[in-house]
Structure formats: structure tokens, C-alpha cells
């Protein structure tokens, strides 16, 4: 007689990544974030000339015209940080093993930045699409803002095969809402319509935004496990495909190169941090080598 696990509840995820992840977070990073967070909640304090290693997204071009000479803006950091979720819910969100899909990854890293941020004062708050801009939850502080944050996740429906998702409605949608200079994750698999790096680069612009691919192993390389029916997760096609043949599964990875080359471009035409995600990946490790790469990129 087999047993079902009983669902997951807001309380036992974040009991489980306070336990499983966050406390080793803090082993590995001595709580401090800075790596991961420096840079945003910031107001401008004074203008001085462009050195070699500013970041040219603070060069004033405004006065760089008048004075003919480049300028950056210098600013000065807020006690307070307000962190936005820009959350991709889309169907394609849902592949994935039974074990591990790209939505669960998702409510992990939000539960687990949201209390990391939550914890040192600072508020947090998400955009939600699935198709069609939904929900929002407005910034709020303290471990209630975390687990309805949680909450409004696990409770999210699976949606069926949809229109091919479309970023550029969650983007704009975080340009209308956002209106102070925030910390912005936007956390999708990025299978999407193009044209989404335009309005993530306008973002970028007004706020510290950070990147979060998420992918399954299984979408870059198949496994040699005979005939299969494939379904497309965003327009519900279904094809029927040998993965024993070796030419399939080599043209499957070419075609995925090809995708990985024009994300990379894409997010650089953006000028945003990205943070790669597998479904696979140990979400400690992943986010400690994440924060030393900005901090180190910042020296």
C-alpha cells in the first residue's frame, strides 16, 4: 500500500530551506550579502569623472554632452532594499522530472531570496505570469510577506498548452509598477517570443536587475531512451521521435547550442547579471558562486 506525501504547505518549505539552505547560505557567504545585492536601493549623490573600471550604465550622458569628457553617477546605498519578483509561470515552467520541474526550482530561489532579504529589514514583492499578467502582491516586510509570497506560488494552477509565452507583457508590466529603484528578479526559462531583451534592458536602466535563467538538463541533451512522444509544454504539439537515433539527438543538441548563444546575446544586449539555474543544480552552491562573481566583478 503506497503512502502520498502530504502537500506542501508554505510553513514546510521555508521550515525546509531555512534548515536545507539558508543556514548554509550563511555558512558559506558569513551573512554578508553584499556580493548579491550591492548595488541596488540607491539614490544618486554626486557626479565625478568616468574611470576604467565604472560601470558604464552610471555614465550620465547628459553631462557627458555638456562637458564633453565622460561622467557616472555616484550614489549612496538605502538602509532599505525593495526586492520585486518578476515571475514566468508559463507551461513551459512545468517540465521538469517528477522529482524536480522548473516551477519547483522557482519557489525555492523566490522563498529563499525573499527570506534572506526579508530577514535585514527590507520588503519584498511579485509580479505573476501565466499566459497573462496576473496578480500582483505589493512590497511588504517580514516572514508573512514570505510565506504568502510562498503561498500565492503553491497555489498557482498548472496552466495548459497556451498561445507561445509572451516576456514582454511581464517586463512592461514591471516598468508600470516599479516605480522606485528596486531590486528586480526576473525568473523564467526565457522561452518566449523575442523582443523581451528590449523592455529588460529599459529596466535595467531604472533598477538593479538580475536574471535568473531556469533549465532542465533534459532540454539541452536527450537521453538515448527509444521511442517517445515529445510535447511542446507552451502550444501542446505533440511528435513522435526515436532517441535512438543518434543524428536526432545530435541536431536536438545543436538546436539547443544555438538557443543557449542567443540568450547569452540577448541578456547582453540587456546589460543584466544572469544567474543560470538547472533543475539539478544545489541552490546553495549556485547562489554562493553567484554572489562572489559580482563581488569580484566589482573590485
Not at 54 to 73: E, G, K, L, S
Not at 94 to 109: C, N, Y
Not at 190 to 205: N, T, V
Not at 285 to 292: G, T, V, Y
Request: proline fraction near 5%; charged fraction near 30%.
Amino acid at each position: 500500500m503506497s503512502m502520498q506525501m502530504p502537500a506542501p504547505t508554505p510553513e514546510r518549505v521555508l521550515q525546509r530551506l531555512d534548515w536545507q539552505v539558508i543556514r548554509r547560505l550563511d555558512g558559506l557567504l558569513q551573512g554578508d550579502y553584499r556580493g548579491l545585492f550591492r548595488g541596488h536601493g540607491i539614490d544618486f549623490a554626486d557626479l565625478r569623472e568616468y574611470q576604467p573600471e565604472d560601470d558604464v550604465r552610471h555614465i550620465d550622458w547628459n553631462v557627458t554632452a555638456r562637458m564633453d569628457t565622460p561622467y557616472v553617477r555616484q550614489f549612496i546605498e538605502d538602509r532599505e532594499v525593495t526586492g520585486w519578483f518578476l515571475l514566468d509561470l508559463s507551461p513551459s515552467m512545468d517540465f521538469g522530472t517528477v522529482q524536480t520541474q522548473k516551477r519547483a526550482t522557482l519557489i525555492d530561489f523566490v522563498a529563499t531570496v525573499a527570506r534572506l532579504l526579508t530577514r535585514h529589514g527590507n520588503r519584498v514583492g511579485s509580479i505573476a505570469y501565466g499566459g497573462a499578467v496576473g496578480g500582483t502582491i505589493p512590497p511588504r516586510g517580514g516572514r508573512l510577506q514570505v510565506l504568502r509570497l510562498t503561498d500565492d506560488l503553491l497555489r498557482q494552477p498548472q496552466l495548459p498548452s497556451a498561445p507561445f509565452t509572451d516576456l514582454t507583457a511581464l517586463l512592461d508590466a514591471g516598468l508600470r509598477t516599479i516605480k522606485r529603484r528596486s531590486l528586480v528578479f526576473v525568473i523564467s526559462d526565457f522561452i518566449s517570443a523575442p523582443g523581451w531583451d528590449r523592455p529588460l534592458r529599459l529596466l535595467s536602466q531604472r533598477h538593479e536587475v538580475l536574471a535568473i535563467r531556469l533549465w532542465d538538463p533534459r532540454e539541452v541533451e536527450l537521453p538515448d531512451i527509444g521511442p517517445i512522444i515529445m510535447q511542446d509544454a507552451e502550444t501542446g504539439e505533440q511528435l513522435y521521435v526515436d532517441t535512438r537515433d543518434k543524428g536526432f539527438r545530435r541536431r536536438f543538441r545543436e538546436a539547443a547550442g544555438r538557443r543557449e548563444a542567443a540568450l547569452t546575446t540577448a541578456f547582453g544586449r540587456a546589460g543584466v547579471d544572469t544567474l543560470s539555474l538547472s533543475t539539478e543544480d544545489d541552490l546553495v552552491r549556485a547562489i554562493a558562486h553567484f554572489a562572489m562573481r559580482r563581488r569580484q566583478r566589482r573590485k
